[in-house]
């Protein structure tokens, strides 16, 4: 994470993405809460992704709320919510994916596994 201008911030991985962050409402960038919020919904997507694909197709979209009280500086829960079409599935199917994706998903996605445990996060200033 490297300051760009005034509370403009870019986080950039070793693989050459990068991504703007900001406070709530500068242009063309993600808040800290809205990239932790993307990055629990994306977990469960990724982890979920292969076992929805080869049993309903196309169409996975995850979300993951923003709640908390107004003004609040910490969130209350963090809801992600995975959506597909089962449409074409008879109940022994779906309650058999169901239980496969949230299997997967509380065993395996990191993001939303480390915000269960509320681990410490420590921080470094450059006396320390």
Do not use: I, W
């Not at 911030?9 to 500068?26: D, I, P």
């Not at 996975?60 to 995975?82: I, K």
């Not at 058999?96 to 596994?113: D, F, G, S």
């Amino acid at each position: 994470m490297r300051r760009v201008g005034e509370h403009d911030f870019v986080a950039e991985n070793g693989r050459g993405a990068s991504v703007r962050v900001g406070r709530k409402g500068a242009e063309g960038a993600f808040t800290p809460v809205e990239l932790l919020l993307a990055a629990a919904a994306g977990c469960a997507a990724v982890t979920a992704e292969t076992l929805v694909t080869r049993r309903v197709g196309e169409g996975l979209a995850a979300r993951a709320d923003d709640v908390r009280p107004e003004g609040a500086h910490e969130l209350h829960e963090v809801p992600v919510t995975l959506d597909y079409d089962v449409s074409a599935l008879d109940e022994g199917q779906r309650a058999a994916l169901e239980a496969a994706v949230r299997r997967a998903v509380e065993q395996l996605c990191t993001v939303t596994r480390t915000l269960k445990q509320a681990p410490p996060t420590p921080l470094h200033l450059p006396g320390d």
